[in-house]
C-alpha cells in the first residue's frame, strides 16, 4: 500500500463544504454549526490571553481557512490580520466571508516572498493547522521568521497527527485516509519558541470529541 500527501482535501468548492472542512462533525452534540458557535469565542478569549489585540497590531493567522478567526479578531479589536493558507480556494472564500480590508489571504509562498523583504508580524495564531501539515517543523519555521522580535502566538493542536493523504492499495484503488507520522509537534514548539503558558483545552466550551486531549501553546520569540 503506498501513499501520497493530499492537501487537495482542503479544496472547498463553496462556504459550506469549506466550514465542514475547518471544523469537522465529532458526533451528534459536535456538528460543525455547533461546533462554530461554541468554540469561536471560546478561541478568541484564549487569543486575548496570549496577546494584546488592538487596530494598530498585524496579527498573521497561519492556515486561516475561510477566516474564521481573523474575522471575529477583526471584529472584536479592528486589527489586521494577514491569512495564509495552502489552498487557493479557501483564500479566495476567506476574502468574501471576513469581508474587511483589514484582512488579506495569501499562499506560504507570497507570505515568504513579504518576510523575505522585511515584513514583520506582531502576534500569530495556529488553530487546528500543525497537526496536518506534512512537515510541521518548516511550517514553525515560517511562523517564527514572520514574528518580529517581541512577538508572540498562540497554537491550538490535535494531541496526534492527522495527515491526509491518498492511498493506493493492492488494487490500485485511492481512497483519503488521515495518516500519523509520530512527529511531536508539541516539543518541535518548545524548540523554536519559549513557553509562556500551555495547558489542555476546555472540553466544555468545545464540543470537540475527536480531540480530547488537545493543547494550547502561548509562546513567545527567543532572544536572539
Known amino acids: 500500500m503506498t501513499a501520497r500527501y493530499y ?22 452534540n459536535a456538528d460543525t454549526e455547533t461546533r462554530w458557535r461554541h468554540e469561536t469565542p471560546y478561541v478568541l478569549e484564549l487569543i486575548g490571553k496570549a496577546f494584546a489585540l488592538a487596530p494598530e497590531r498585524v496579527i498573521l493567522d497561519y ?24 489552498s487557493p480556494k479557501m483564500c479566495r472564500l476567506a476574502l468574501d466571508y471576513v469581508g474587511s480590508d483589514r484582512f488579506v489571504a495569501l499562499s506560504p509562498t507570497q507570505f515568504d516572498v513579504l518576510v523575505k523583504g522585511g515584513l ?20 514553525i519555521a515560517r511562523i517564527r521568521r514572520g514574528l518580529g522580535p517581541a512577538g508572540a502566538a498562540l497554537v491550538l ?3 496526534k ?4 493523504a491518498a492511498v493506493r492499495d493492492s488494487n490500485n484503488t485511492e481512497r483519503f ?34 480531540d480530547v486531549g488537545a493543547f494550547w501553546m502561548n509562546l513567545r520569540q527567543r532572544a536572539a
Do not use: Y
Open 7 to 28: 492537501p487537495e482535501i482542503f479544496d472547498a468548492p463553496d462556504m459550506n463544504a469549506a466550514k465542514a472542512i475547518i471544523l469537522t462533525p465529532e458526533g451528534p
Open 63 to 86: 492556515g486561516c481557512g475561510i477566516g474564521r478567526l481573523a474575522k471575529a479578531m477583526i471584529e472584536a479589536s479592528g486589527c489586521f490580520v494577514i491569512g495564509v493558507d495552502i
Open 120 to 139: 514583520r508580524v506582531d502576534a500569530a495564531i495556529a488553530v487546528w493547522v500543525l497537526q496536518h501539515c506534512l512537515a510541521p517543523a518548516d511550517d
Open 157 to 159: 493542536n490535535m494531541p
Open 161 to 164: 497527527r492527522a495527515i491526509p
Open 177 to 210: 485516509a488521515w495518516g500519523s507520522d509520530q512527529i511531536d509537534v508539541a516539543a518541535l514548539l518548545r524548540q523554536a519558541f519559549a513557553v509562556a503558558a500551555e495547558g489542555a483545552i476546555d472540553p466544555t466550551r468545545t464540543p470537540h470529541v475527536a
